[in-house]
Nanobody, 126 residues
């Protein structure tokens, strides 16, 4: 069993930055995908970014809408994954969720993730 706790959300002006953190308790392995998803009001949950390892180094994948602006990273010693969000836009406003997919190697599919955090709100004002 893995429990995930997100933090770091808030209100920011367009063009600003935020850093989300997700602390995992319980055992995870390098082949597990640790991902970030988001859900805007009235919309379906969507993939943002994921990181995994097939040996070394760690890989990362991003949704096209955030590529070049967001960076996902992982600190194995702290069992924590981060999402650095730069050049934020109003359309990035959503609840952001951290998730772990056992052995899923960076999947972007919501249904393939086994554990989810409670979410953290990110609001970007124009």
């Amino acid at each position: 069993q893995v429990q995930l706790v997100e933090s770091g959300g808030g209100l920011v002006q367009a063009g600003g930055s935020l850093r989300l953190s997700c602390a995992a308790s319980g055992r995870t392995s390098s082949s597990d995908s640790m991902g970030w998803f988001r859900q805007a009001s009235g919309k379906e949950r969507e993939f943002v970014a994921a990181t995994w390892s097939a040996g070394k180094p760690y890989y990362a994948d991003y949704a096209p809408s955030v590529k070049g602006r967001f960076t996902i990273s992982r600190d194995n010693a702290k069992n924590t994954v981060y999402l650095q969000m730069n050049s934020l836009k109003p359309e990035d406003t959503a609840v952001y969720y951290c998730a772990v997919g056992r052995g899923k190697y960076g999947s972007g599919v919501v249904s393939e993730y086994d554990y989810w955090g409670q979410g953290t709100q990110v609001t970007v004002s124009s």
